[in-house]
């Protein structure tokens, strides 16, 4: 029986017209429905040469990072771990519901932002994420007013449940009592 299926098969493949039909001389649409093709005459593009920007304001003046506070420079970060150490070890601790600000003096001449979101105290990298996202965004409103200290600020469990709201209102009330205190002294 296998025998007789693989000749059966080979027969069957044997037989396939190699050749093509040749082609129509005729196209098959009329001139209105076909491609025409490309025109004969030369046109150069509409959009050649240098275009003027839609809806983009190009800056006249280059702008400043270093004092811009809509920007948070590299200058204005708590970067590695001897920094966060330093401040744990000698820092002064403010808390609240949702957060642990530890402050201390620096010699940079300017208030820096270190932050601390763990996993198992916020949850996913979207909750730590926007936790952080939310701290960055208060202090650079806040950094020109806050004196110059190193800020650690720590997320407690309650801050990966709050609100926006309530993050900026805790975030908020921590900066005001750090430049009350700061004042006194």
């Known amino acids: 029986m296998k025998a007789s299926l693989r000749h059966h098969g080979a027969e ?21 429905d076909g491609d025409e093709g490309r025109s004969s005459r030369a046109e150069s593009s509409s959009r050649e040469g240098p275009q ?25 970060r708590l970067t590695d771990k ?3 150490d330093v401040v744990h070890r000698q ?10 600000v530890i402050t201390r003096p620096n010699e940079a001449g300017r208030a820096r932002l270190g932050l601390a979101v763990g996993i198992k105290t916020a949850g ?6 926007r936790l952080k996202r939310l701290a960055r965004e208060s202090f ?13 600020v720590s997320a407690r469990t309650a801050a ?19 430049v009350r205190r700061c004042a006194l002294s």
């Not at 996913?124 to 994420?129: E, H, M, Q």
């Not at 650079?140 to 650690?152: C, W």
């Open 52 to 76: 003027a920007p839609r809806g983009l304001t190009v800056p006249t003046r280059p702008v400043d990072r270093t004092t811009d506070s809509r920007s948070y420079p590299r200058a204005r």
């Open 82 to 84: 001897p920094q966060f």
């Open 12 to 32: 069957h493949e044997a037989h396939v017209p190699t050749q093509q039909p040749a082609s129509q001389a005729r196209p098959r649409f009329s001139c209105a």
């Open 91 to 100: 820092g002064q601790r403010f808390s609240d519901a949702l957060f642990l």
């Open 140 to 152: 650079r409103h806040r950094m020109q007013e806050l004196p110059p200290l190193d800020v650690v």
């Open 160 to 178: 990966a449940k709050a609100g926006n709201a309530e993050i900026r209102a805790s975030l908020a009330a921590h900066w005001d009592r750090i």
């Open 124 to 129: 996913n990298a979207v909750k730590r994420n």
